[in-house]
């Protein structure tokens, strides 16, 4: 790689102040630290020096992804395939389905990059990091037949008003790849609900006698809990879902990526199972509904609870921030998903309006934990002075 070094070092000057592409300089510099760790050192003052930046970050959390995308993939053309009754081998199931989602990744990373690029060179700040995660988080979260375009305008929606309007990467106050979702909710409804939308071409394919698309949440949502798959099936994930959200062993995988790593609060973690399953037994003992009776097992292995959980809640930009208010903040979540989702049939998946919703609470929690603590040590020093 020596040979890249060189070569960088060498068109270095043309973007430097006075080069003839200076004003692309914020772009040389994001592809440069793509490459390469920095190589500046600071000169004076306290600093924190540590081979571990946001890039390498946000790398570690795609990593802990990866088994949730490739499981997604396949899922993708295993429910194609099953639909129609067809044999297929597991590479062409695997294959097919990275034909359909690679183009819904392609396009939320060349828009939201595109986005990022537009903004660092208004500004000549350097380009933020953060949209390599959300670049992946969007299309896993998305069902596999949602347009392209609506996947870039929701994109856009995302990163100017979820992250742009607040200054960029670590400013932000919601997720933004939950408001990309959110926004494609809301505007258009009919490609993210109903059964059509997370069997590829559903609508237009020949299907054998008794297939459903519908998830495991719709069932729940119609209150026909006969049609619920068994948990094992829920928890190995080849169910009808959104492309990165079925498979719970392959998002245990991530989880532990970021727990070994550090790079996911388990307070934020466990919180949010807890509240979640606290809530589940508090409508199991109501139990007016059918839906109220699912046990708590079943509820945190159906829909996005535990990809919410385990990626979203524990955004570190977005989430409380003090270890009390990440208690908190990660079993209020958990509590209100559940209840949205079993109160409110208009929104089968409660995961996405109870993250948004405490996203918009973190900073509250936060304030009234410190305010607390200011409290405390301001009574032991009182007391001990007198």
Do not use: C, E, H
């Given at each position: 790689m020596k040979w890249l070094r060189n070569y960088i070092d060498k068109i270095k000057p043309t973007f430097e102040e006075g080069g003839k592409l200076w004003f692309l300089k914020s772009t040389f510099e994001a592809f440069e630290t793509f490459l390469f760790t920095p190589n500046k050192t600071t000169q004076r003052g306290a600093h924190i020096r540590d081979y571990v930046d946001l890039k390498r970050t946000m790398f570690i959390v795609i990593i802990a992804l990866i088994p949730s995308l490739l499981f997604g993939m396949f899922n993708v053309g295993y429910q194609y395939y099953k639909a129609q009754g067809i044999s297929a081998s597991y590479l062409q199931m695997f294959y097919f389905g990275f034909l359909?989602?690679?183009?819904?990744?392609i396009v939320t990373y060349i828009t939201g990059l595109g986005i990022e690029f537009f903004f660092a060179q208004i500004r000549k700040h350097e380009v933020n990091e953060g949209f390599l995660v959300t670049g992946l988080l969007i299309p896993l979260i998305m069902p596999v037949n949602v347009p392209l375009w609506i996947v870039a305008v929701a994109t856009a929606f995302a990163v100017i008003f979820g992250k742009e309007v607040y200054g960029g990467t670590g400013m932000n106050v919601f997720n933004p790849a939950l408001l990309a979702r959110a926004f494609v909710f809301f505007a258009y409804p009919k490609v993210i609900s109903g059964d059509f939308?997370?069997?590829?071409?559903?609508?237009?394919?020949?299907?054998?006698?008794?297939?459903?698309?519908?998830?495991?949440l719709a069932n729940a949502a119609a209150h026909q809990i006969e049609k619920i798959p068994d948990n094992l099936t829920l928890?190995?994930?080849l169910i009808p879902g959104s492309i990165g959200e079925t498979s719970k062993i392959a998002i245990l995988l991530g989880a532990f990526i970021l727990l070994f790593t550090?790079?996911?609060?388990w307070?934020?973690?466990?919180?949010?199972?807890?509240?979640?399953?606290?809530?589940?037994?508090?409508l199991n003992l109501i139990g007016i509904n059918p839906y109220m009776t699912i046990s708590p097992l079943t509820q945190i292995l159906m829909g996005g609870f535990m990809f919410g959980a385990v990626f979203m809640a524990t955004d570190p930009v977005t989430s409380a921030q003090?270890?009390?208010?990440?208690?908190?903040?990660?079993f209020l979540i958990g509590v209100l998903a559940i209840l949205i989702r079993v109160l409110n049939?208009?929104?089968p998946e409660g995961m996405m309006l109870a993250i948004l919703f405490m996203n918009a609470f973190a900073p509250l929690i936060d304030y009234y934990i410190i305010q607390n603590n200011i409290r405390k040590r301001l009574a032991r020093t009182k007391n001990a002075t007198l």
């Open positions: 359909k989602v690679l183009p819904i990744i939308p997370w069997i590829y071409n559903l609508q237009n394919i020949k299907v054998v006698d008794g297939f459903s698309g519908a998830t495991p928890f190995i994930g550090g790079v996911a609060s307070r934020t973690m466990i919180s949010v199972f807890v509240g979640g399953i606290f809530m589940s037994l508090i003090t270890n009390t208010g990440k208690y908190i903040y990660g049939p208009a929104y």
